[in-house]
């Protein structure tokens, strides 16, 4: 039996790089877990859930790599990220979450409300 030195861990998240592009990064949450499988969330940058018809959240298979669980969690092909249990997102990212997006997507959300008020007043006049 191997010791194992990172373990996934439900609600919290981790992130992974690609291969090709290390700026191009994914975040996943840990939704439930049983001791061969995980069930994952992908994120958003700002680690709001994504919504991508492509999303590949879902159950995933752990296998151990020098003591640590790992998952592919975008399946299993030439250049597939893995996740790392080791690759737990920090609580600083997770308190700033990519402010910017945060900020413009509340902007965005009030003006809409702004918005859907008028068309009420017109609709009832």
């Known amino acids: 039996m191997e010791n194992i030195k990172a373990k ?15 700026n191009c990064r994914w975040f996943f949450r840990v939704e439930k877990r049983t001791a061969k499988t995980i069930v994952v969330t992908e994120l958003n940058r700002d680690l709001t859930i994504n919504t991508h018809h492509q999303n590949d959240s ?25 996740l790392g249990a080791d690759d737990l997102v920090s609580q600083s990212y997770i308190e ?17 409300g702004k918005l859907s008020d008028r068309i009420e007043i017109i609709s009832i006049s």
């Open 58 to 82: 879902g159950r995933k298979r752990i296998y151990l790599y020098e003591g640590t669980e790992h998952v592919r969690p975008l399946g299993q092909y030439s250049m597939a990220p893995i």
């Open 8 to 22: 996934f861990e439900t609600g919290e998240i981790y992130s992974c790089n690609s291969v090709c592009d290390q």
């Open 96 to 112: 700033d979450a990519d402010r910017v997006v945060r900020a413009l997507k509340e902007k965005v959300a009030s003006e809409y």
